[in-house]
């Protein structure tokens, strides 16, 4: 995730221990362990970003297939966050650590050794499901282990380690990469896992849950309902175009099955005792607004991840190149998380993630303007604006919808809103390449071409213009809604003030 605050906070489990001593280096140790296996998902994450081109030509896959290995990632991802909470209840969380580090690397392993695109799908697939409970996780031991004034040591840790893999990333990609092939990255999650399991097994031990009813309690229906209507929606997605969007009767079902299954989400979390999420908390229209922005914010950063390689695979750029250029980007973005709580200190949050979704359109403006041959200066800048751009607008939100969440909601809150990105992200990422597939047909029509398969770099070309201008201009209407949206509230507080004066 490019976020490098902690995911989501799983509620503590009943009957949870207090752990070893929390001034311990066991518990430091352990919090350290957890940490390091988080950032191992940003890292794998990160990686297959840059070579998500090299993926796609080694296995002669079109556009649209390509970007289902991100898009299946995000949507398993979601689907086992949302189920976090409920699994931290269940498992010892020793147990529960080593589960999900060994389905992470197994699923890594599995995508090194891929033998078809099916295949490589079903590892992505198992690698999302991980992450999305490893990210909750790691956050979780920092509140059960640490005491309260020791946590923002700790998050700054978790923010320096996961900005730093969009360091390590590219690193990794021109070295190993290039040296022995994209299929070599994905055996990196091997050590890495090894080392976080090293480092976190002993300060876990004496985290015991105990084997409460209550605890195990989980609305099936809801999360069915869930699994379903995701499932759907990206099969929706990912087939639309080729069969003919709503020509097609199995697209139109699916559709429908989608929304069914989103309706009966909501109403069976509305009346179930024990809801997976607490939708409730979104009557709070501060936290609804900071989920709706949350949202175009995750469909933004993980179309990015689709739409990035895409672009500079379509100028000439070799693996090592796209890993070269996002070098740069992602030194900048951890100079930036340095500093990132500061700013957050002495700087409104809805001026900071103002500025974010500017940086971030800016981003998009500059390959819009610059047409299909862009000085390599201006794409370098591109990606530094949308590194920068994505970390303060990230971070912002956070801090803005836990900030209208009293203490007893900021688990769920917290839960919910790391949902809505990661909703966005499931969607943003396969909505961009259809969205791009079918402007590519359309300019390959306009140009005589049969296919668009066949219509070379040019008609890419004028495809990806017209996604850098529709990402434009979604990103400068969310950057002029949190400009509305801090105009309002220093409204109510200009009026309310009279009130409190007279008091």
């Not at 207090?18 to 919090?31: E, M, T």
């Not at 091997?190 to 976080?196: D, F, K, N, R």
């Not at 751009?389 to 801090?399: D, F, I, M, T, V």
């Amino acid at each position: 995730m490019t976020d490098p605050k902690p995911a989501a906070v799983a509620p503590c489990p009943e009957g949870q221990g207090a752990g070893p001593s929390p001034l311990s280096p066991l518990a430091w140790r352990a919090v350290l362990g957890c940490i390091i296996a988080a950032a191992m998902t940003v890292l794998d994450l990160a990686m297959t970003s840059t070579v998500l081109g090299s993926i796609q030509e080694s296995m002669d896959e079109p556009l649209a297939k390509g970007a289902l290995v991100i898009s299946a990632y995000a949507t398993a991802e979601l689907i086992t966050l949302s189920l976090s909470a409920f699994l931290t209840r269940v498992f010892p969380a020793r147990t529960y650590l080593v589960l999900l580090v060994c389905l992470f690397v197994g699923g890594a392993l599995l995508s090194a050794c891929a033998w078809s695109f099916e295949s490589l799908l079903v590892a992505r697939v198992v690698q999302g499901a991980a992450s999305g409970a490893i990210m909750p996780f790691a956050y979780y031991a920092i509140v059960v282990l640490l005491p309260g004034d020791k946590h923002p040591k700790a998050i700054s840790a978790f923010s320096i380690l996961v900005t730093g893999s969009y360091v390590l990333a590219p690193v990794l990609c021109i070295t190993l990469g290039e040296w022995t092939g994209w299929r070599a990255l994905y055996c990196v999650a091997a050590p890495v896992g090894a080392l976080g399991l090293w480092l976190a097994l002993p300060g876990l031990r004496h985290m015991r849950t105990e084997a409460s009813p209550l605890g195990r309690r989980v609305n099936a229906v809801g999360a069915g309902a869930a699994v379903v209507g995701l499932a759907c929606t990206q099969y929706a997605l990912d087939t639309g175009q080729e069969r003919g969007w709503f020509s097609s009767a199995v697209v139109t079902l699916t559709v429908g099955a989608a929304i069914v299954a989103a309706v009966l989400f909501v109403v069976t979390e509305l009346r179930s005792r024990h809801p997976l999420v607490d939708l409730r908390l979104l009557r709070l229209r501060p936290f609804l607004a900071g989920c709706v922005f949350n949202v175009v914010g995750g469909v933004a950063v993980y179309s990015s991840y689709v739409l990035i390689p895409v672009y500079l695979t379509t100028l000439g750029f070799s693996a090592a190149g796209i890993a070269t250029v996002s070098l740069y980007g992602g030194t900048v973005q951890l100079v930036i998380a340095l500093g990132l709580p500061l700013f957050l200190r002495r700087i409104d949050t809805y001026l900071v993630s103002c500025t974010g979704a500017l940086l971030f359109a800016t981003a998009a403006l500059l390959p819009f303007l610059a047409g299909s041959s862009p000085p390599y200066v201006l794409i370098v800048i591109a990606l530094m604006c949308r590194a920068v751009g994505s970390g303060l607008l990230l971070a912002a939100l956070g801090l803005m919808a836990t900030r209208a969440l009293s203490a007893d909601q900021a688990a769920s809150g917290s839960l919910l809103f790391n949902m809505a990105r990661s909703l966005g992200g499931s969607v943003g990422a396969a909505g961009c390449a259809a969205f791009l597939t079918i402007r590519q047909a359309y300019h390959a029509h306009a140009a005589g071409l049969p296919t668009a398969d066949g219509a070379g770099r040019s008609v890419r070309s004028l495809a990806l213009h017209d996604v850098f201008a529709v990402a434009f201009a979604i990103l400068l209407l969310l950057a002029l809604s949190l400009v509305a949206g801090y105009a309002l509230r220093r409204l109510r507080e200009r009026r309310a003030a009279p009130l409190t004066t007279d008091g």
